[in-house]
């Protein structure tokens, strides 16, 4: 059983500036894939960015440019760099990995373990 949980969520002018992390419990934390999804109210769960084992990665169109996905496998931690905010990236943001490899990276049903959510406000 893997048990995520993420942190660095807050309040945050357009422009801005977040990094979320999330620390995972599990000894072959190295072999997961990992990645980020939001919610944003009155919407589906939506793809963020993904990071492969094999650290290939990959982001939503919405968030190129603008967001990086890195993970620390030594510290167990993925992270999730936010630049350059704007207000439609307010959701709540939850981590998530998989054991196994197959599947789209940006599928809700294709991830194993979620984290509980942290909340990202970005006003305008």
């Known amino acids: 059983q893997v048990q995520l949980v993420e942190s660095g969520g807050g309040l945050v002018q357009a422009g801005g500036s977040l990094r979320l992390s999330c620390v995972a419990s599990?000894?072959?934390?190295?072999?997961?894939?990992v990645g980020w999804f939001r919610q944003a109210p009155g919407k589906e769960r939506d793809f963020v960015a993904a990071l492969k084992w094999s650290r290939e990665s990959t982001l939503a169109d919405s968030v190129k440019g603008r967001f990086t996905i890195s993970r620390d496998n030594a510290k167990n931690t993925v992270y999730l760099q936010m630049n350059s905010l704007k207000p439609e990236d307010t959701a709540v943001y939850y981590c998530v990995a998989r054991v196994g490899t197959i599947g789209a990276l940006d599928s809700v049903a294709n991830y194993d373990y979620w984290g509980p959510g942290t909340q990202v406000t970005v006003s305008s």
């Open positions: 599990g000894r072959i934390f190295g072999r997961y894939d």
